[in-house]
Nanobody, 119 residues
């Protein structure tokens, strides 16, 4: 069973930074690719970034790569997403996800954490 628990969301002012964390088990951390998605009100869930068990990173777009940074902490079995220069359009529920590296589709999801950016 894969369990993912996000934390770090909240209400922040535009221009600030935020760090989201996704805690999981050692097995998931060591064997799975972990990723971050977000879903804004009225929009479809969109992919932000992922990092494989061996550190290979993928970002949805080059522009996201500039403000979003994905990382993994082996000491705490967490996958983190740092968001810089937050904008009101970053308001969304942010989800952590996991998949085996041999698969394409993410099939395990956390409950999500709300990020609200005020202007």
């Amino acid at each position: 069973q894969v369990h993912l628990a996000e934390s770090g969301g909240g209400l922040v002012q535009a221009g600030n930074s935020l760090r989201l964390s996704c805690a999981t088990s050692a097995r998931t951390f060591n064997d799975y690719t972990m990723g971050w998605f977000r879903q804004a009100p009225g929009k479809e869930r969109e992919f932000i970034a992922s990092m494989s068990w061996n550190g290979l990173t993928t970002y949805a777009t080059e522009s996201m790569k500039g403000r979003f940074t994905i990382s993994r902490d082996a000491s705490t079995y967490t996958c983190n997403l740092e968001i810089g220069n937050l904008k009101p359009e970053d308001t969304a529920v942010y989800y952590c996800a996991a998949r085996l590296s041999t698969l394409i589709k993410f099939n395990y999801w956390g409950q999500g954490t709300q990020v609200t950016v005020s202007s």
